[in-house]
Nanobody, 124 residues
């Protein structure tokens, strides 16, 4: 079972990126999923979460209004659309999936599967 995050890179402040997280080995179409990030020198923190069918989502206050989370269950892929990026968004972004639970979840301990992370660097 694997989650592979991609789409990170270097972008100027105010720019946009779209992160993708592809699942392999099993389907997560009935699982809540989420994105977390770890900035340099900081602990990993919640960014966004979405329920199994995409009808419900939560975002952290720091990204609300700028980021959107979505999923395509036919492709077993999770997305994070990031707009108006700021230097403080610089971090390694991780996708995660719940083994039990179809709903949204902000707590990291509710996720059983984690991707390796993709680095996003926002230059000022």
């Amino acid at each position: 079972v694997q989650l592979q995050a991609s789409g990170g890179g270097v972008v100027q402040a105010g720019g946009s990126l779209r992160l993708s997280c592809a699942a392999s080995g099993r389907t997560f179409s009935r699982s809540g999923m989420g994105w977390f990030r770890q900035a340099p020198g900081k602990e990993r923190a919640f960014v966004a979460t979405i329920n199994w069918n995409g009808s419900s989502a939560l975002l952290s206050d720091s990204v609300k209004g700028r980021f959107t989370i979505s999923r395509d269950n036919a492709k077993d892929t999770l997305y994070l659309h990031m707009n108006s990026l700021k230097p403080e968004d610089t971090a390694v972004y991780y996708c995660a999936a719940r083994s039990v639970g179809v709903g949204v979840a902000t707590r990291q301990d509710l996720y059983s599967y984690w991707g390796r992370g993709t680095l996003v660097t926002v230059s000022s």
